[in-house]
């Protein structure tokens, strides 16, 4: 039986075609986020390598109120976040250093500080202090002075920003701010959410996997494009010809990253639109994805509105895709690697830069 052609769309990759053949609709929504069971442990599989340090996207702006608490589970950590009377979000450990209480759950806002529901002790979230105790004339000497994990924040892009570092340094870069975020005649994000039960850096190593592109995605080849490394980014910018309804025109992809948790990439030809993908580590296996989506109001509500939603749905395709590998794929130290593969020793070497020496195994930092 002669071997299926892959560039023929009506034949699914092998990989993916069982899982995601029959999901339609709600029903794969669901699936990219329902929990993968029966997969082997962090051990097993070497995700316990640690969190790469770096700025990561916590929440949309939009979904936190002045005055209002959220609880959070990002890094294997319970945290709680709010805003205050000022504006400004703040985010902290989540656990009151009275009794234990979550002050994510139930907490309240007073002024800028956070009360922990169980006995209103009020913290302050940039000092990482307790400022009163409603009850009590006097406030104990342990937590007079900083008390708690206080957590760096930023809003850019419609986002709110976590800087993560697993000594409590302070952050090494900022935040990029894409100007499309701000801009008017751009459409209000259209958002996708995963969860990947996979490590951060096996996901980022994907981009530069060139040989999967053909058996998971179909395609029949992906040019890698020339490389940027910078000193905390790096990215690519790939020229190709787009088929469309109205002929074949010159297109580009152009992809960012800033740290491992800030990625941004311009499709430009067919639909000009910017994917914003928030990607931030949730537990060792876990990572929790959301796509953003952003295009010119005149190409996303014009003639061309549907092929500006089928680039957004070819993007998410692409990912369920990937996403079927990931949940149970397992971290190689020392990967065997062949020609055709693409610079993955060249990535290793560089994304060693985001975790701090001494954190989980060293294995992260072989190159092959």
Known sequence: M????????????????????????????????????????????NLDIGFPFGWYAIELSAKLAVGEVQPLRYFSRDLAMWRGEDGQVRIVDAYCRHLGAHMGHGGKVHGNLLECPFHAWRYDGDEGVVKDIPYSRVIPPQVRRKCTTTYPVIEANRWIWMWYHPDGAAPLWDVERLPECSDPDWTEFEVHEWNVFGNIQNMAENGVDVAHFKYIHGTANVPLGELRWGEWGRGADVKARMGTPWGEVDGQISYDTMGPGQSWTRFTGISETLLVACITPVELDQCHTRFCFTQPKAQAQGERAGVAKAIIRDICKQY??????????KFEPEPIICAGDGP???FRKYYARYYVEGQGKPAHLAAG
């Open 2 to 45: 002669a071997e299926a052609d892959p560039r023929d769309a009506r034949t699914a990759p092998v990989a993916v075609w069982q899982v995601l053949e029959k999901l339609r609709g709600q029903d794969l929504i669901d699936w990219r986020l329902a929990p993968v069971t029966g997969r082997a442990s962090i051990e097993e599989r």
């Open 320 to 329: 369920d895709q990937d996403k079927v590998i990931w949940d149970r794929q």
């Open 344 to 346: 993955i020793a060249d």
